[in-house]
DNA sequence: TCATCAAACTGGTATTACCAAAGGCGCGGC
DNA sequence: GCCGCGCCTTTGGTAATACCAGTTTGATGA
């Protein structure tokens, strides 16, 4: 038989060990997506357990969002281990800058439609702010984040602010990311803020194509400041598939 | 007494039940952090279950880190429940769908314009499948999620994948989204087939903007199910301001 | 007073049984 | 020959029970 008995020397419980080996076997590729885990009573057979402790394993791995348990038919693999472990492990600074082109012009839209006097203060303050720390460059990146983030919230929409928040923190994730950003972003302080007294403008006026354009314009010059500020030969190969993407998405929707 | 039994009226399995009932208990106060819980033997008495099912329950509890088990000794709170584990903890239905519609729409634009034909017969091969699954309501909602992550896939941004994956993903952290999704579902599967048909063919054109309108078209309904799906008074006001939002936002933007 | 040890308690695992849901197979009708 | 209905097998869901192995507690005796 491929699997036997566990190992048995570790100090987990034998729920545990059990899970841990169905992890690898998903792990190897051995059940794909989509595919029916054995019953849990051949499990039982094969791994020398009981049928409780089986179940068990199984409950854990359910619990975590790896398989999906249909009754009277079996555990089926709802997604692999590792997809979700490190969200944006392969995001480059590009596609991270291109998603939020996309989905901040919608938040900014959405928030001109329904935020109150109180967020439109708080994002006009913000916009002074990143000015007056011109010089600290931690400053500015801390301020930046925040009138982003203030927008979000504007939007009154708590799924919309998580999504925003986290894709200005995936970029953490990547330290290439990271550095592409800090170099980009001792190129153009001044452009910056101009970008976002504009998109204060549009959101003052209450005006949501306004401040999607707004925040687009934007954007679209962060993205054309990484582009520039990638020299690196390695990046280069992205950086061109980035800019070939652009004028394909921009032609057809012309 | 407190407990007594559960609700039992539930679809979920006992061992959720349970879960959820102790983490109502945890969320309480009841038990604090480093309380230890009642006895296994002395929980299946209380909520009038076996001793398989209570270790099931707090096997869960333990694999996302609530509850600490130590061999001999009993179960003992780790961390209270809405800390850190589930970022959207409180995002509701609406909001989630209300994201989606703006988030995916932008997806759908894009993929037009930078899928492959792979891509193209990938997603087309899902809007029949989930025409197949029409009787199995988790087939269905399986097959729906394959659908619109395989558009995110497209848009050849993995930031953007990653995006749709969470979103959807969120509504797995509320049940109370769960459970209005699934009671939208039981109401229309044929539009939903019709929808991601108009989807797709926008697609096959290669048409951004007719892409964005059919995926709002699209999530626009599933949010008019969502809505009409409430009846509860707890959500009455919820559902009341989901549509001022929507109401304000499209006169805006007309 | 303190060390020791046994009994009670607690979780860990196995076994068995029975129920309900799902799916496959064959029979029978059309 | 094809389709549909129903039985029968398979699968997960739950319960009941027993026994083992650690932990805790407290009673007992030095």
Redesign the pocket.
């Known amino acids: 038989m491929a699997t036997g008995k566990i190992a048995g020397k570790s100090n987990d ?3 545990q060990e059990l899970a841990r080996a169905l992890l690898e076997e998903l792990a190897s590729g051995r059940y794909p997506v989509g595919a029916r ?6 499990l039982a057979l094969r791994y ?6 089986v ?2 394993a ?1 409950i854990a791995l359910e619990v975590q969002g790896l398989v999906e ?7 089926y693999v709802r997604r692999l281990p590792g997809e979700e472990d490190s969200p944006g492990f392969n995001v480059t600074a590009f596609e991270l800058t291109e998603a939020r082109l996309l989905f901040e012009g919608e938040a900014a839209a959405l928030a001109a439609t329904q935020m109150t006097e109180a967020d439109l203060a708080e994002i006009a303050a913000l916009v002074d702010r990143i000015a007056e720390e011109n010089q600290d460059p931690n400053g500015t990146e801390q301020a930046d984040r925040a009138f982003h983030l203030a927008i979000a919230r504007a939007t009154r929409n708590l799924a919309v602010y998580n999504t925003v928040e986290r894709l200005w923190d995936l970029r953490a994730t990547s330290p290439e990311a990271a550095l592409l950003h800090e170099k980009a972003r001792h190129a153009n302080i001044r452009p910056v803020v101009e970008e976002h007294s504009a998109l204060l403008q549009a959101l003052r006026a209450r005006d949501p194509n306004a401040a999607r354009a707004a925040m687009r314009a934007h954007l679209s010059a962060v993205l054309d400041g990484l582009l520039f500020a990638t020299e690196e030969r390695a990046l280069a190969e992205a950086r061109k598939a980035t800019q070939a993407k652009r004028e394909r998405y921009a032609r057809a929707t012309a």
Chains 1, 2 share one sequence.
Do not use: F
């Open positions: 419980r034998l729920y885990l054995p019953a849990e009573r051949d020398d357990v009981s049928r409780p402790t179940r068990e199984i348990v249909r009754i009277g038919s079996g555990a």
